[in-house]
């Protein structure tokens, strides 16, 4: 009987200690869930980009902007240091990018980016025509008076540059032709194109920037002549002249650096 009593009290106070104490988990585990969602209603989510994707990211920004001069050598080491990142990711970056034909490797573990060539011009033109051309006669017949605003747009904030007219904005021109360009293509409803046009002008970057350097020195009409003649197109619908008219933009760098080429092939 005393041991049954015994059991009976022990085991009484065992549960009611038990449930005390799952109750009182039960309240700290809602506090610290209300403080979980006042945390998380201040901060920015963090996005699962790694090291390797930034410094992708980044040198692949740089090509296209054509931050990287035609036959220019770079190193590991260079751009790690100036990346302020370990050797690693830039490795791998390098790796990708060479795959995409935007560098080219070299015997001494450096990479270079690809050299002008006629056969180079000739064949980035081509394709940019033939892939561009199509994703802009796609996008004049979809694009909405907003859309074709907000390029109209960009048109002004060029306008506002050029009327400074300080040499050091060929960085904020190569930018906002860039944006004009992406803003129309990403209206031609095919998530097909847009890599492809993007791997383009990843190859064709480093070129386009000696072009504008050109033109700039040489005080020619700008590329906003040309964007303004795609904008009328696109304003009608015409897709046809959104077509010439792009490849008339496109083509006007190519055929400098064209007859750059030719011209010093002939004095050598």
Not at 206 to 215: E, L, S
């Amino acid at each position: 009987m005393i041991t049954l009593a015994l059991i009976t009290l022990f085991g009484f106070n065992f549960f009611r200690k038990t449930k005390t104490a799952n109750t009182g988990i039960a309240h700290a585990e809602g506090r610290h869930r209300k403080n979980n969602e006042v945390i998380a209603a201040q901060l920015t989510p963090v996005g699962r980009e790694t090291v390797q994707d930034r410094v992708y990211s980044e040198l692949r920004r740089a090509l296209i902007g054509g931050l990287f001069e035609p036959s220019q050598v770079l190193t590991i080491r260079g751009l790690a240091d100036a990346l302020v990142t370990s050797t690693m990711p830039v490795r791998e970056a390098l790796g990708r990018l060479i795959t995409e034909k935007a560098l080219e490797a070299l015997p001494n573990r450096s990479v270079r980016v690809p050299p002008i060539t006629l056969e180079r011009i000739d064949d980035l033109l081509r394709a940019r025509s033939l892939i561009e051309g199509e994703a802009i006669a796609l996008a004049a017949t979809r694009m909405n008076p907003r859309q074709i605003a907000s390029v109209e747009a960009m048109l002004g904030e060029w306008d506002e540059m050029r009327a400074l007219k300080h040499k050091k904005d060929i960085d904020r021109e190569a930018t906002l032709n860039q944006s004009f360009h992406f803003e129309i293509y990403r209206c031609c409803g095919s998530a097909v194109l847009i890599p492809m046009i993007e791997s383009l002008w990843l190859q064709s970057g480093p070129c386009i920037r000696v072009a504008i350097y050109a033109f700039s020195d040489a005080g020619e009409v700008d590329t906003a002549h040309y964007h303004r003649s795609i904008v009328a197109a696109l304003a009608r619908q015409d897709a046809q002249a959104a077509r010439e008219a792009l490849v008339a933009d496109i083509s006007r760098p190519f055929a400098f650096l064209r007859d750059k080429l030719q011209s010093t092939a002939r004095k050598d």
